[in-house]
Every structure is written in C-alpha cells, then in structure tokens.
C-alpha cells in the first residue's frame, strides 16, 4: 500500500477543512472512499470522530495528508458542493 504525503499551506488546510466539515456524513464517508482512504474501524466511528473533533480529527488529518492527491481530493469536495 502506497502512502501519500499531501503538504498543504496553512490557509489551504483551512479552507479545505472547512468545506469538508460542511458535507453530509455520507459525503465524507465517500470522501474518504474516493480519495484511496480505508480504516480499520466501521465508518460510521470514523465520521462520529470527525464530528466530534472537527479541526482537531486525526481521521480528518489522515485524510488530508494521505488522500491520492491534493487536486483528487478537492475535485471530490468541490463536486459534492455543487450536488
């Protein structure tokens, strides 16, 4: 299994972790999905430690540093936004 190391700007990582906590929790679940992100745990205790965290989420931080790609992962959150 390949990890990916995404390096993000303060305000980018910002921005973007805005927008994500603004998506429904099956958005985020297909997040996570589409951008090569699997647990070990059921998704629903990954999504209930995004919500109850929010910025602080390591779920969230994996996602953020380990997705695919950084353009792969936004393309995702901008196509749930428009939807």
């Known amino acids: 299994m390949k990890i990916y190391l995404i390096d993000w ?14 998506l429904t929790d099956s958005q985020i679940e297909e997040l996570f999905d589409k951008t090569g ?5 059921a998704m629903d205790e990954v999504i209930e430690e995004v ?10 931080e994996t996602l953020l540093t380990e997705a695919d790609s950084k353009e792969n992962l936004l393309r995702v959150v901008s196509n749930f936004e428009q939807n």
């Not at 992100?37 to 745990?41: D, F, G, K, P, R």
């Not at 919500?51 to 969230?60: A, D, I, Y």
């Open 9 to 22: 700007d303060e305000t980018e990582k910002e921005t973007v972790t805005e927008r994500i906590l603004r």
């Open 37 to 41: 992100i699997s647990w070990l745990v």
């Open 51 to 60: 919500r109850q965290n929010k910025k602080e989420s390591t779920s969230l």
